[in-house]
């Protein structure tokens, strides 16, 4: 989902989870039966400058994207801003994991499955 994002997401973090990937999703054909009834919330929590906290909420076949902690993630990825840019340039994420870059949290299959869902 995040090939040819331009410079100006990149550059703010908080822009690219609410203002490109929601337009990425309206722009799915079919996004609500791509989904399907699966039911995840995914926790991005970006150190550094420009970063936060955001997630992914998928549920009744919909994706919400809001800033924020949620209460019940199913699971957390915790990154630098700078490892985040360079996962969304193309940088391998399991490299960026098994170096220690990115820290997981939560259950290993709904990552899975959001993932797959997500390409």
């Known amino acids: 989902m995040s090939e040819g994002v331009p410079q100006e997401y990149l550059d703010e973090p908080r822009r690219y989870f609410l203002e490109w990937i929601p337009e990425l999703l309206r722009a799915h054909d079919g996004a609500d039966d791509h989904f399907g009834k699966f039911e995840a919330v995914a926790q991005f929590h970006l150190t550094g400058d420009e970063g936060g906290w955001y997630y992914f909420a998928l549920g009744g076949g919909a994706v919400d994207v809001a800033e924020g ?11 630098s801003v700078d490892t985040w840019r360079h996962l969304n340039q193309g940088a391998s994420g399991l490299r960026a994991y098994l170096r220690g870059d990115v820290k997981f949290q939560g259950s290993r299959w709904k990552f899975l499955r959001v993932t797959r869902l997500f390409s």
């Open 69 to 79: 902690q949620h209460p019940k993630p199913s699971f957390t990825l915790t990154m």
